[in-house]
């Protein structure tokens, strides 16, 4: 009998323990909440969309977030930038239909230890930043970033 009554103790402990960790929130579902509302931009003599950020990702920013996403291979020369998009190539925001909503830029603080590879799923953490101004820069950022994880 106090075996079964050890078990069950060990059973709520355990439940009670995962029922109130933190849960990191779901960045894609957050910014997929943001809304673009198409301006002009005078500098370049175009229409761009501009985010409207929710309030709960507002929140977010200046802290440690998670994400987790497709590696985006881009021809630029920065090795410790890189892109990570809710989908791979085929459908993310460059290449298929997808919107801005779905993809981030990385800034890592120092580069991968592995090459990487296009469709490859990352698993970072860093400092959220949003931007909502800089046309030249995508909307959601995460700066001072490590690679936590690489599947392939």
Not at 65 to 79: D, M, Q, R, T
């Amino acid at each position: 009998m106090k075996k079964i009554g050890a078990i069950l103790s060990l059973i709520i402990l355990m439940f009670l323990g995962t029922a109130f960790a933190p849960v990191e929130p779901d960045l894609w579902a957050l910014f997929s909440k943001t809304r673009f509302v198409e301006k002009l931009n005078r500098q370049f003599s175009m229409y761009f969309l501009y985010p409207a950020f929710p309030p709960e990702l507002e929140a977010l920013e200046g802290k440690e977030v998670e994400l987790s996403g497709f590696y985006i291979p881009l021809e630029v020369s920065n090795a410790s930038m890189l892109v990570i998009s809710k989908y791979p190539m085929a459908e993310c925001f460059f290449c298929g239909g997808a919107g801005p909503e779905s993809v981030a830029v990385v800034y890592l603080k120092e580069k991968p230890s592995k090459r990487l590879k296009m469709d490859d799923i990352l698993k970072v953490k860093g400092k959220l930043e949003l931007n909502e101004n800089d046309v030249e820069e995508l909307n959601f950022i995460i700066r001072n970033a490590h690679i936590l994880k690489i599947d392939k």
